[in-house]
């Protein structure tokens, strides 16, 4: 679907998501992350960059594991601490995967990904044409019900800022891996919480589409 099209039936509260590909499986377990190895951390910083041209070449179950562990896995098993910081240790954001077999939710401690909705919701991660190729886009959700020792005032800044350490854990895992990606903020946040079946007390912050280079 063109980016116009896409843009127009949100505007007008049309946008819906496509039926999956295949099984929607109520949970994946993955498996163990690779921990070890991959770039040095100051090239992976010198190769950090976005993409918009990606192949609809699926990740194997193994790099979709390491990117997850990546972006925000348990890295400490004595107090489950993650790879990306949260103030207080509040964990606020959570991150949504979309597959063309549905939405999953991540959940870190069982590493493992849980089925929220058997749906292809990737066309409604950005109003771009490209996020309905790529294999997967990442969705990036605030649950203020966790913070509830922050002022309220300040509760957007403390989630923004989180979900900018995981999607930054992100680009450098895909930079590392010889992946591509972007990230977005052009989204239909209500379409995309109304698929989800997000409460008053969950906002969808931003989107990022992982997968192979394309042809640039």
Known sequence: MS????????????????PVTGDAAPVLALPAPQTEGGLPLMQALRLRSSHRDFSPRPLPIESLSTLLWAACGVNRQKDAGRTAPSALDAQEVE?????????????AKRHELQLVAAVDLRRLTGYQDFVDNAPLDLVYVANY????????????????????????????????????????????????????GLTHDQHVLLSQTVGYPGKD
């Open 145 to 196: 019900s966790r913070l509830g020792r922050v002022p309220v005032i300040q509760r957007e800044s403390f989630a923004s800022v989180a979900a900018g350490a995981i999607a930054q854990n992100v680009y450098l895992y895909c930079a590392s891996a010889g992946l591509s990606s972007v990230l977005r903020a052009w989204i239909d946040r209500q379409a995309l919480a109304d698929a989800l």
């Open 3 to 18: 980016t116009f099209s896409k843009f127009t039936l949100g505007l007008m509260g049309q946008l819906r998501p496509k």
């Open 95 to 107: 991150v949504f995967v979309a597959l063309p077999t549905g939405a999953y939710l991540y959940d």
